[in-house]
C-alpha cells in the first residue's frame, strides 16, 4: 500500500505564510512527478504546482512569485511554501504523486492523492 499524509494547513491571516507538506509512505519504488492541488467551494479541483524527478518546476499564474514547491527525496516529501496569501487561496489543499511500487512480482505506476488538508485566509 502507498500513502500520501499531508500536513500544515489552517487557519491564517491575509498576508500571512503557511507551509504545507505531504509524506509518501509504503512499498515504494519511486515516484516521479508531485504536486498540490486545491479545490475551493463550488469549484473545480486545479493545480497549484508541481515538481518532476528532476526538480522542474510549473506554478499556476495565480501563485507565481507567491507559492514555492520543492521535494526531499531521501524522505519522500514534498512541501509548498505559500507567503503572501490572500483570501482567495482559501481551499483544500490536495497532494498528488505518480509513484512505482513493486508488488506482487511486478512494477506498477499509479496516481496517489492525499486526504486534503484546509487551508483558510482571512480577509
Known amino acids: 500500500q502507498v500513502q500520501l499524509v499531508e500536513s500544515g494547513g489552517g487557519l491564517v491571516q491575509a498576508g500571512g505564510s503557511l507551509r504545507l507538506s505531504c509524506a509518501a509512505s509504503g512499498s515504494i519504488f519511486s515516484i516521479h512527478a508531485m504536486g498540490w492541488y486545491r479545490q475551493a467551494p463550488g469549484k473545480q479541483r486545479e493545480l497549484v504546482a508541481a515538481i518532476s524527478s528532476g526538480d522542474s518546476t510549473n506554478y499556476a499564474d495565480s501563485v507565481k512569485g507567491r507559492f514555492t514547491i520543492s521535494r526531499d527525496n531521501a524522505q519522500n516529501t514534498v512541501y509548498l511554501q505559500m507567503n503572501s496569501l490572500k483570501f482567495e487561496d482559501t481551499a483544500v489543499y490536495y497532494c498528488?504523486?505518480?509513484?512505482?511500487?513493486?508488488?506482487?512480482?511486478?512494477?506498477?505506476?499509479?496516481?496517489?492523492w492525499g486526504q486534503g488538508t484546509q487551508v483558510t485566509v482571512s480577509s
Open positions: 498528488n504523486a505518480r509513484i512505482t511500487k513493486y508488488s506482487g512480482g511486478r512494477y506498477v505506476t499509479s496516481d496517489y
